[in-house]
């Protein structure tokens, strides 16, 4: 398994703007609230992310209850609303709508450049690395940005299909729509699952499409958070981007590993690219959270180290896989 | 079915194999050979000071993890008798002793014979012969690998170092991976100039050799194997027309060649097409050292199935083993000296 030290693939300011972050941020909040408020709110108690994680400390965000696995440090909520309540929110939730409106609308090149060049470019490095032909290709997730478009510019990619969207617009440019279910087994040998995972109400049935969907030999690309990420140790549910109702569940590195592998599939890369953390941590004690310990560590490191500092900081977190953030590449055994 | 398998030679090496093999479902070890080893804790086996007992017990294949010298009568003996046979590497001292078990094995082409470049397998390499071979990074131009240790205790003490045993020193033993690996990427070389020496061990054999090595096509390879590395050292960088590759580190038992990584960048060029220096590198650390699990993975499987091998296969180990002997052979000095023993 290999780890990529990938230092610039991504910046706080380009790919989380703070205008777009903060108000989408607070219409998720209002929609966690509404969903707790209404007695009519359909929820569903959850089993621990993988069969050897326990039901460790408990603590609340947006209302919802989190867990804790004491050995391995996954994060996940339970009970959860049911897929279908999510569903209805991705497709007419005010802040679904409120960012397809700004992905339409006031999406810059720059910044559709920042968040797709690296999955274009990680597209193409297994391309070239696993000499893969016109690969028949899935996505999930990003389907605002236009992901599809970008992935298929080059191409190098077979027939792109989108499976289970719910946001009701048109497929990108060089995509079609099918849903999972009118897919035959095996459909696939290369499937990008971009930042559903965290997002879904029973991540275990994600991870068994997959295994159906993947032709033996096939890879499955997944971007997720990652509970064992510094930005998460650190701020905990304080997190800026600890927004309850898109991380339902936090993987960790070992979690996320043990899952893949009983879904029949071997990890072949784990990293943690971007220098996200950094600049989170930096821009949180920068807003005046969350230590009140005036001796806090990180609180002086990321005032006094410098540059030089957080950048040697950001690699060190990615060599040995404590970013926040995760791209993982597993192929299918068989 | 299950494989069953004779091992001979218990030392470091024997161990690891019974070990990896010990894992696998589709091969059970059955019996084990060494005059001098302790194989005490090794219930449920037959144990042989005799390696010729051995091989009149019920095997299908057999493991040589013995010293140098006994390899080619092993595994002659061995195809002789209709067993499968893995070798060590080197392959035998000098290219006439991997000769004689090419010679074996033409005689039966049923049978597999596969030799232990476990380097080949290592996930670093497999992820840079992917990249190659792809051509993302264009053609080869050259290559520089850097492979090499302190000795360690009792070095000059070492059978390694006893010509009659050994067949060479440091190149012999440990350069011939880089060399393989060499073979690899750019195929046989067909030109060699060498600097052969042995200066700091007092040692029949060489502890440092540098070699120049080019094939038809005009890519070069540079190597120095060297048992003066007081920092263990692999380092192999590949460089082609659009970008680099640096393997540096192997993950080894000791873990003292350090972590295993491999460096790619891809070349970035200016307004007129020229490349512009120092290009963006991505560098990428590899956990697990599985290149034993494979080894056997393939030995094992082929010769329960009747497939061709593709890595260690008899050519390779002629190829690196000529490679070996023609660096030897080079440097004038080094061969007048009469210092490297070529015995058959």
């Known amino acids: ?334 | 079915m299950v494989l069953k398998i004779g091992v001979v030679g218990f030392g470091k090496m024997g161990r690891i194999r019974k070990a990896t093999l010990d894992a696998r479902s589709d091969a059970r070890v059955v019996a084990l050979a060494d005059p001098y080893a302790d194989m005490s804790d090794q219930q449920g086996v037959s144990r042989h000071t005799d390696w010729e007992k051995l091989l009149e017990e019920d095997i299908d294949a057999v493991v040589i993890s013995c010293t140098n010298e006994l390899i080619p009568t092993v595994a002659v003996a061995a195809l002789a008798k209709g067993i499968h046979v893995f070798c060590e590497k080197p392959p035998g001292r000098n290219p006439q002793d991997v000769h004689r078990i090419r010679d074996a094995s033409l005689q039966h082409p049923e049978l597999i014979v596969k030799f232990g470049f476990n380097h080949r397998y290592h996930e670093s390499v497999e992820q840079a012969r992917r990249l190659v071979s792809s051509q993302s990074l264009g053609k080869i131009l050259w290559m520089r690998g850097v492979y090499g240790k302190a000795g360690g205790p009792e070095f000059d003490k070492n059978w390694r170092n006893e010509p009659s045993r050994s067949g060479g020193g440091i190149l012999l033993d440990q350069g011939i991976h880089m060399i393989d690996l060499f073979h690899d990427f750019c195929g046989t070389f067909t030109e060699v100039k060498s600097f052969v020496t042995s200066q700091y061990w007092n040692i029949p054999v060489e502890d440092n050799a540098f070699a120049l090595l080019r094939n038809d096509e005009g890519q070069v390879g540079v190597i120095h194997s060297s048992a003066t590395q007081w920092r263990h050292t692999f380092r192999l960088e590949i460089f082609l027309e659009k970008g680099f590759l640096t393997l540096e580190g192997i993950l080894s038992s000791t873990m003292s060649y350090g972590k295993e990584t491999l460096i790619v960048a891809r070349n970035t060029f200016d307004e007129n097409g020229y490349p512009l220096p120092n290009p963006e590198e991505v560098i990428s650390f590899f956990a697990d050292d599985r290149s034993w699990e494979k080894e056997m993975t393939e030995f094992v499987t082929c010769a329960l199935a009747g497939d061709a091998i593709k890595i260690g296969t008899v050519q390779q180990a002629v190829d690196a083993m000529e490679t070996v002997f023609a660096i030897y052979g080079a440097d004038k000095s080094w061969n007048q000296s009469g210092e490297c023993e070529q015995s058959a």
């Open chain 1, 1 to 334: 398994m290999k780890t990529s030290v990938l230092i610039d693939e991504m910046r706080l300011a380009e790919v989380r703007p703070d205008q777009v972050a903060k108000r989408y941020e607070e219409l998720r909040r209002a929609e966690a609230a509404h969903l707790l408020q209404n007695p009519s709110t359909r929820w569903v108690g959850r089993a621990t992310p993988t069969r050897s994680c326990k039901p460790g400390p408990a603590f609340m965000s947006d209302g919802l209850s989190f867990h804790h696995c004491p050995d391995c440090g996954s994060i996940f909520a339970s009970p959860v609303p049911v897929q279908e309540e999510l569903d209805r929110l991705a497709r007419d939730g005010e802040a679904a709508r409120w960012r397809r409106d700004y992905f339409g609308q006031r999406f810059s090149e720059k910044q559709r450049q920042a968040i797709h060049a690296p999955i274009v470019r990680w597209a193409q490095e297994v391309i070239d690395e696993y000499g893969l032909t016109e690969p028949r290709t899935a996505l999930v997730g990003n389907d605002e940005t236009g992901l599809a478009t970008s992935l298929n510019a080059n191409g190098r990619l077979g027939q792109m299909v989108l499976t289970e969207r719910v946001s009701g617009q048109p497929a990108p440019e060089g995509a079609v729509e099918v849903a999972a279910s009118e897919l035959s087994a095996a459909a696939f040998d290369l499937v990008f699952d971009m930042g559903s995972l965290e997002r879904v109400a029973d991540p275990e049935r994600r991870l068994a499409l997959w295994s159906e969907l993947v032709a033996p030999g096939g890879f499955l690309a997944i971007t997720t958070s990652m509970a064992s990420g510094l930005e998460y140790r650190v701020l905990g549910p304080k997190a800026a981007s600890f927004i309850a109702l898109d991380r339902l569940t936090l993987y960790s590195v070992p979690a996320l590993t043990e899952q893949l592998a009983l879904f029949g599939f071997e990890v072949v890369e784990f990293s943690t690219p971007g220098r996200l953390d950094v600049e989170v941590l930096e821009q949180a004690f920068a807003d005046g959270a969350p230590s009140d310990d005036p001796l806090d560590f990180w609180t002086h490191a990321l005032k006094h180290g410098g540059e030089d500092f957080k950048t040697d900081l950001q690699r060190l977190l990615q060599q040995h896989r404590f970013s926040s953030f995760a791209r993982v590449l597993a192929r299918k055994v068989g």
